[in-house]
């Protein structure tokens, strides 16, 4: 993995059920953190979150684990990680 290469983690929201996909990163010590607190879309902060699918995870890896949640993964943060670099 390159050090250029995006991070992003899959969280479900504590009151609406609803997964949304946050920005990360690896620290110094090779522990993963949000950069920043909200989400791809902007509808979610982490302090709204009850737990976390994955984690400092590549866009491809999140692209199929969101495959496999189905329609509870919020819509705009996939259309976000759906969009290619030239756009």
């Not at 902060?45 to 993964?73: H, P, V, W, Y």
């Amino acid at each position: 993995m390159s050090t250029s290469e995006k991070l992003y983690a899959i969280c479900k929201h504590k009151e609406t059920g609803e997964y949304h996909v946050f920005p990360t990163k690896k620290n110094e010590n090779d522990k993963c953190v949000f950069v920043g607190k909200a989400s791809l879309c902007g509808t979610m902060n982490t302090d709204e979150r009850d737990g976390c699918l994955a984690s400092c995870r590549t866009t491809e890896e999140i692209r199929e684990k969101a495959a496999s949640i189905g329609d509870k993964i919020c819509g705009n943060c996939m259309k976000i990680i759906y969009k290619t670099e030239e756009e």
